[in-house]
């Protein structure tokens, strides 16, 4: 089993639409969306969910109001102002503020009665779903919710297992854009990271700068230029950049008026038209599968 990873230094670049081709032409992979703070591959997958779960990563304070005695100690704690009062001045309790609690427990620590627990906070929901593709793991965090690195770790996971007990040849993982932790946490482990990079000035800054992440990473990577007709000057400066630093161009994907249309229609680019972009995106998945 392989896995390939496609990420890119920033958003808008193309990213998500190039994997879901390269899905559609891959033999029934396991498919992983892992930019879980804004997922939006299953626009163009179009997923049936056929498993769900709970993500919970961290904590958050819990008062008992039945054990609570009034003595306001955690109130005056709190450096986080997450404790309030409520009720009027005869019958005053204390509540939690869950947005503001960071779960750090002191609130619990110094409570007298024992009133205060630390419970898991639900930070998210993953999804495990059919394609038109193959299976697909994929997950949104909370709006926010903390440790997405953790949640994207748990959807490789899933897609893992799911390529083993399916015997599926290959995991297809669609990263988050940037340089935070999700992006670490997606390309840990991957066979080939497939950098899709755009001809703009920071695009090739960005470009630089998550190619610096995966030679300190020691990963092994390849760029894709996409839309790169519309700036060739910045297209031929991005692969010297990647050459530079031990990453190949293998894949010049052009401007196609028909890769909006083909979205608008949830298709892929492969899908939809025999434009220049398909067989370009064609050639660039050929040359990726040698490589693997």
């Given at each position: ?74 109130l005056a ?29 002191v609130c ?15 930070s998210g ?168």
């Amino acid at each position: 089993m392989k896995e390939i990873v496609v990420l890119s230094g920033k958003g808008g670049t193309g990213k998500t639409v190039i994997l879901a081709s390269f899905a559609s032409l891959a033999q029934l992979p396991v498919i992983a969306d892992c930019d879980v703070d804004a997922p939006n591959l299953h626009l163009l997958l179009s997923p049936e969910v056929k498993d769900r779960g709970i993500f919970s990563s961290s904590k958050v304070a819990v008062i008992d109001g039945r054990l609570c005695n009034s003595c306001m100690e955690c109130l005056a704690t709190c450096r986080f102002e997450a404790i309030t009062t409520v009720g009027n001045k005869s019958v005053q309790k204390v509540a939690i503020n869950t947005d503001a609690c960071e779960g750090c427990g002191v609130c619990m620590r110094i409570c007298p009665s024992g009133a205060v627990k630390l419970a898991e906070r639900e930070s998210g929901e993953w999804f495990v779903s059919n394609t038109r593709f193959g299976q697909m793991v994929h997950a949104l965090l909370a709006p926010g919710g903390e440790n997405s690195g953790k949640l994207v770790a748990l959807v490789k996971q899933k897609a893992r297992v799911i390529a083993n007990q399916s015997g599926a040849r290959m995991v297809l993982v669609d990263g988050p854009p940037g340089l935070s932790c999700p992006v670490i946490s997606a390309a840990a482990g991957a066979d080939l990271l497939v950098l899709v990079a755009e001809p703009t000035v920071s695009g090739q800054s960005d470009f630089i700068r998550i190619a610096d992440l995966c030679n300190h990473m020691k990963a092994d990577a390849v760029l894709v230029v996409n839309r790169f007709d519309i700036n060739s000057e910045i297209s031929d400066s991005i692969e010297r950049e990647g050459t530079l630093r031990g990453i190949r161009c293998v894949g010049r994907i052009p401007y196609d008026d028909a890769i909006p249309i083909a979205m608008a229609n949830v298709k892929t680019p492969i899908e939809w038209s025999d434009g220049p972009s398909k067989s370009a995106i064609i050639d660039t998945w050929k040359r990726i599968i040698s490589r693997t």
